[in-house]
């Protein structure tokens, strides 16, 4: 039998690239070893926690991101790509996690306080959005997903899904849930991307992404507008690779190849920081590289978009078939809790008439 894999996004916008080395490039290597049975959530109702007042924003997206996996090489044969809201154990469950997890420890998750931070809720974010963490993991555990291909920025809410299964499996003395582990990018650089403007994450709220759908020119501007060092006026002036967005951009996607098509003036990597170190090399230099490797990149991934955009109709059956197989599944699970807690009143009818 295989291991489970369980991963998902939120359709707030079309898929960018911290979203693709962060976890969507591993979902494809981690399908294509044929190891794991694979699902790939598009989560809509997490979506709605802070955008309940803007439902045709999620409905916009749904498709965009449904193309994003498909071009990104996600393949409907080999992992099931289904929509959160469409799988009702999904919205029972977590009524029975949180009966387990205390407010005080909700207020405590890092990524939650930081999302919170990030959209300015204070005290009066929405109810749905503090209890985040209780609804990702009744999506994980729902499928008994034993791994979790993500960026470190969600160790946290893995970490209280955890949690959440050790207090189930230990509260009603059962083995019925599995506690799952991270996947995380090889390369670090890859955890948590920065973005063009410099900043500690790529974001959608935050306007700083570059998406895998943009076009060549609009790749092309967004990289050669990036954040460098502002100390590195002059090209003679020694300049600082740490912090500086576009070796940060090329530790997480240049390789030795990329050296030997583009600038055969270094062997690797390395001896370019060097050489931008001790001064002597323009931001534009480093910028150009960058872009002929993100063209690279990004142009199969977009006419393989554009090629699938075509019939919208199979995008929608693709779905549906998911969500059928999903279904199954998770409900296979809650049947499980909820004779595991003994609320199969009507199932389990013994109990009464003996």
Known sequence: MKDILLTGDRPTGPLHLGHYVGSLKNRVALQNTGKYEQYVMIADIQALTD?????????NNLLEVTLDYL?????????????????????????????????????RNPTVKNEIKLRGFERNLPVGFMTYPISQAADITAFKAKYVPVGDDQLPMLEQAREIVSAFNRTYNCDVLVEP??????????????????????????????????????????????????????????????????????????????????????????????????????????????????????????????????????????LAQGVDKANERATQTLDEVRAAIGVDYLKNRDFFLK
């Open 51 to 59: 955008n309940a007042n803007d439902p045709q924003k999620i409905r």
């Open 71 to 107: 071009a990104a090489g996600l393949q409907p044969d080999k992992t099931t790509m289904f929509i959160q809201s469409h799988i009702p154990a999904l919205f029972e469950l977590p009524m029975f996690y949180a009966n387990l997890v205390t407010m005080s420890r909700l207020e």
């Open 181 to 318: 582990q991270a996947i995380l990018p090889e390369n670090s650089e890859c955890s948590r991307l920065v973005g063009t403007d410099g900043n500690a994450k790529m974001s959608k709220s935050l306007g700083n992404c570059i998406y895998l759908r943009d076009d060549e020119k609009t790749v092309k501007q967004k990289i050669m507008s990036m954040y460098t060092d502002p100390e590195h006026i002059n090209v003679s002036d020694p300049g600082h690779t740490e912090g500086n967005t576009v070796f940060a951009y090329l530790d997480a996607f240049s390789t030795p190849e990329s050296f030997s098509a583009y600038t055969t003036e270094y062997a690797n990597l390395e001896e370019m920081k060097e050489h931008y170190r001790r001064g002597g090399l323009g931001d534009m230099k480093c910028k150009k590289l960058l872009n002929s490797i993100m063209q690279d990149i990004l142009r199969p991934i977009r006419e393989r978009r554009e090629e699938y955009a075509k019939d919208k109709g199979y995008l929608l059956d693709m």
